[in-house]
């Protein structure tokens, strides 16, 4: 198989994050999950049976930053990965809104970055950062779902430069899901803004693993 994939024979991949992450993966049968983190556990399984990985869902439904941050440790650094795909900050972005003293860009930039430096500094792992998304093209006005989309690029802002800081792999998360809305209609992958479907997770899945060269 090909020898280009960038997660190599025995390693430990750690997927955490949000609810998107999550996905139901606390059901003692699904530990996975059942969103992208169990679609590309599924798909590098099919494509390479002559490799081990070791995988480790540890999503969270409500996390935000502050919430790794607290969970650092125990949930991550413990589990001594060789890879670490982090997706988190629609659930800030939302609390700011809120209240706009909760998880405010830059705190949300100082807790982003201090995960990363424990990552750096417990363990050897490589990163992968998705940024926040919200998969929507209401633009206009002055509802919830316009007011997201005119705030998530200054956390988006926040991860692109952080994954440079940190030479992470970075996923465009809303970049893409934006294009796909030139097409297709949002609830091709997604009930609502926040949650994907399962073509919506199959889409981060795609990304993700076209981003390790799969």
Not at 109 to 128: D, F, N, P, V, W
């Amino acid at each position: 198989m090909d020898n280009n994939f960038l997660f190599k024979n025995g390693e430990t991949i750690v997927f955490i994050g949000d609810s998107i992450t999550d996905c139901g993966r606390r059901d003692q049968f699904f530990p996975y999950g059942n969103g992208y983190a169990k679609m590309a556990v599924n798909l590098i399984t099919a494509r390479y049976p002559e490799k081990s990985f070791t995988y480790f869902n540890r999503g969270i439904g409500g996390d935000n930053v502050e919430g790794l941050h607290n969970r650092w440790h125990d949930d991550l650094i413990l589990l001594k990965p060789d890879w670490v795909s982090i997706l988190i900050g629609i659930n800030d972005l939302h609390c700011f809104l809120a209240d706009s003293t909760t998880l405010p860009p830059d705190r949300y930039e100082k807790l982003y970055r201090a995960i990363l430096e424990r990552t750096r500094q417990g363990t050897k792992a490589k990163l992968i950062l998705l940024e926040p998304f919200y998969i929507s093209r209401d633009f206009k006005g002055n509802n919830q779902r316009s007011l997201v989309l005119k705030k998530i690029p200054d956390y988006i802002k926040i991860v692109r430069y952080l994954a440079g800081e940190f030479d992470a792999l970075l996923i465009k998360t809303h970049d893409i899901f934006q294009e796909q809305l030139k097409y297709r209609p949002a609830d091709t992958f997604c009930p609502e803004p926040v949650h994907p479907n399962a073509t919506g997770h199959l889409v981060i899945a795609h990304e993700l693993l076209k981003a390790v060269n799969y």
